[in-house]
């Protein structure tokens, strides 16, 4: 069996494909790609392989553009942190899709559910299958990283590492979870229609904050609130008061 890995993440590439060795001792891993484009590339000019393991967040963007941009003739099995609930159109679509961190049990029945369906016929359709990741898509839709400047060099912050944003002087700053702050080219006015409000809150007009560094919740003079930040918040943490109301059930979903 030839496996095509498209992943961005070298300790995700290297833990796969130890676990495929071990649940399919008979299959040859062709290549590992991280991007996008590369995978286009690929496509393009290789034979398609029996089974591809795909990201959804690669290097570039998302790995829904590979199947805009060339046609992917072998059947998909997804290693995401995606929600399983948003997931679970793929399943209607007879399209597989692992949970990180991978279990070894569950890429078994993964593995036996292509071999029942996708062995015994050569009839892959991907066409159906980027009409269900146009859709899936649309709800996903968010910002996923930005491009930061230092010095000479530009790196990209994913937007799972901010633990919160602020602005100060007139400069927007997002300060990530190992306490590290990043200048960013943009307003907070600008990041709020682009950040998944599941997870980021504008607590006032100068934050906005994550709810994984949210510790504690404390009232504040006013009707407001004052929060407790990991890591320590640069600026004091105020949710404002005309937005307590929303932060309480935004906290609460």
């Known amino acids: 069996m030839k496996i095509l890995i498209i992943e961005d993440e070298y300790h995700a590439v290297k833990y796969l494909s130890g676990l495929i060795k071990e649940v399919i001792p ?13 995978a286009v590339e690929w496509f393009n000019n290789k034979e398609a392989p029996d089974l591809i393991f795909m990201d959804i967040q690669l290097a ?7 199947f805009k941009k060339v046609k992917v003739l ?16 793929f399943k209607t679509n007879s399209v597989d899709y692992l949970l990180k961190p991978v279990d070894g049990e569950e ?6 559910k292509f071999k029942s369906i996708y062995q015994a016929t050569t009839n892959f359709d991907s066409d159906s299958l980027l ?34 944003l602020y602005s100060e002087e007139g400069l927007t700053f997002a ?3 190992f306490n590290k702050r990043h200048l960013i080219n943009t307003t907070l006015d600008a990041l709020i229609p682009e950040l998944d409000p599941n997870c980021f809150f504008r607590i006032s007009r ?23 930040t990991q890591p ?5 943490a105020i949710v404002s008061r005309e937005r307590v109301r929303n932060f309480k059930e935004w906290v609460d979903r």
């Open 131 to 164: 009409s269900v990741l146009e859709n899936f898509q649309q709800k996903t839709s968010f910002r996923q990283r930005f491009l930061i400047k230092q010095g000479k060099d530009l790196f990209y912050l994913v937007l799972k590492e901010v633990a919160y």
């Open 26 to 38: 008979e299959a040859q891993v062709l290549a590992d790609i991280d991007s996008v484009s590369d």
């Open 232 to 236: 320590i918040s640069k600026i004091e």
């Open 175 to 177: 300060m990530d979870i």
């Open 60 to 66: 570039d963007g998302l790995s829904f553009d590979i």
């Open 74 to 89: 072998a059947p998909v099995i997804f290693t995401t942190a995606f929600d399983q609930y948003t997931l679970q159109a």
């Open 107 to 112: 890429l078994q029945q993964a593995v036996d």
């Open 206 to 228: 100068k934050q906005i904050v994550h709810i994984d560094c949210v510790r504690k919740i404390q009232p504040y003079f006013n009707n407001r609130l004052v929060l407790q």
